[in-house]
Structures are given as C-alpha cells and as structure tokens.
C-alpha cells in the first residue's frame, strides 16, 4: 500500500545552516506529494506542495522536488533561522478515490541561535 | 476563508462515557476528512465525506466510531463506550478538489481517564 518514509529526527541546527529532511514514498500511480509543518501549540499548516514529477515545491525559503526515478521529496532550505523550529511531515495524497494523506513519522527540528 | 473551526479543543473523560467532537469545514470545501494523530505519530486516515456521503472508512475507524456529516456541512465524530486506546489528537480537514491540498484543523486532542 501507500506509504512515506522520512528521516528521523529530531534535528538541531544552528541558524543560517541548511537544512535537508529527507523523504521516500511508496505509491501505485501518480500521487500528490506534500510537506506539513506544525509549529509549537499549533495545527498543520500546508508548507508546500507537488503533483506531478518534476514539479518543484516551494514556499518561505523551503524547497522540495518531486523526484519519480528516486521516489523521493526532500524539503530543503538554505538558511534556517529560528522561527523554523517545528515539527516537519511529509505526506503522500493518493491519485483516486478519497485521496486521504499518508504522513510520515514526522521531524522536529530545533534551530538554536 | 475563516480556516477549519474544531470544538472542543480539549476533551477530558473518563473510560466509557461518550464523546461527540464538531468540525466545520471551509465553506466551500466539499470534501472533509478525519485523522487520528497520536504522540510522535503523523496523522492517520480515519474516514472521508464526499459532500453528505461517507465514502471512505479505515480499518481503524472500529464499530464504536461512528461520523456524519448532515448537509454536506459540517461533521461530528462520535466515540462510544471511550477505551484508554482512544487517547488522542482528533483531526478534521477540508478540501475543494480531489487532489487539492487538504487544511487542517487546530485538533480535538482526548484524554481518557
């Protein structure tokens, strides 16, 4: 079945370093391919999002590209800074039917000034 | 666009009572889903509303869960005979398109006692 796996955490990072989080998928098809942040006391918020291959998400500093051949969408950013500390899921949106999300585990990353 | 509305925030119980969680979607969103989302867990697939019409089940949705979503509006999510298990964070999220990216909810998050 569907699925996403995405790298462990949690990550502490000092500020202005860069960032990669890394995630694969499983997937029959052409699925939609998202990352969610949650910040502290906070609900999912959508970062950015892909639908087909190739397509590069992108949104406040953070990039991901959809890469079929490697079934990967790793969320990268250039300079972290401290407002970014978060929790980051990586989820996949099935290509018919309900199209219901399968995340993954979920990475905490922590920037330290 | 006002965001998805969930009530309560907060549901403290004890083991065996009945609890009712409400979620109001973004007005003109028609599809409406729920996930569970434990500790250190990404969100997980609880069932799905087309409109009125529940499309879609998970397995973990067991025979004491039961959802509606009267008009096509909003949703309410019903927990019998409450277990320890069920100790969670209850999300609802919204979309307008089947492959449209889905917007969260702040939680209902349950304790049983």
């Known amino acids: 079945g569907d699925s996403v796996t995405q790298m462990e955490g949690p990550v502490t990072l000092s500020e202005e370093a860069f960032l990669t989080i890394n995630c694969t998928y499983t997937?029959?098809?052409?699925?939609?391919l998202f990352w969610y942040v949650q910040y502290p006391g906070e609900g999912l918020q959508l970062l950015l999002k892909a639908t087909k291959a190739d397509d590069k998400g992108s949104n406040k500093g953070f990039e991901a590209t959809y890469r079929k051949e490697t079934t990967s969408f790793h969320l990268e950013k250039g300079s972290v800074q401290v407002s970014d500390s978060a929790v980051y899921f990586c989820a996949l949106g099935g290509e018919t039917g309900a199209n219901n999300l399968f995340f993954g585990t979920g990475t905490r990353l922590t920037v330290i000034p | 666009d006002t965001g998805v509305s969930q009530n309560p925030r907060h549901k403290i119980t004890k083991r065996g009572q009945n609890v009712t969680f409400r979620c109001d979607p973004i007005s003109e969103h028609n599809r409406l889903y729920w996930y569970r989302q434990t500790l250190g867990q990404g969100p997980e697939f609880l069932t799905y509303f087309q409109n009125e019409a529940q499309l879609e089940k998970s397995r973990l949705l067991s025979d004491r869960f039961s959802a509606e979503r009267p008009k096509g509006s909003f949703s309410t999510l019903e927990i019998q005979r409450t277990e320890q298990g069920d100790s969670a964070m209850y999300l609802c999220?919204?979309?307008?398109?089947?492959?449209?990216?889905?917007?969260f909810g702040d939680g209902t998050r349950l304790s049983i006692l």
């Open positions: 999220a919204s979309s307008k398109t089947d492959r449209a990216a889905q917007h």
């Open positions: 997937a029959t098809g052409y699925p939609s």
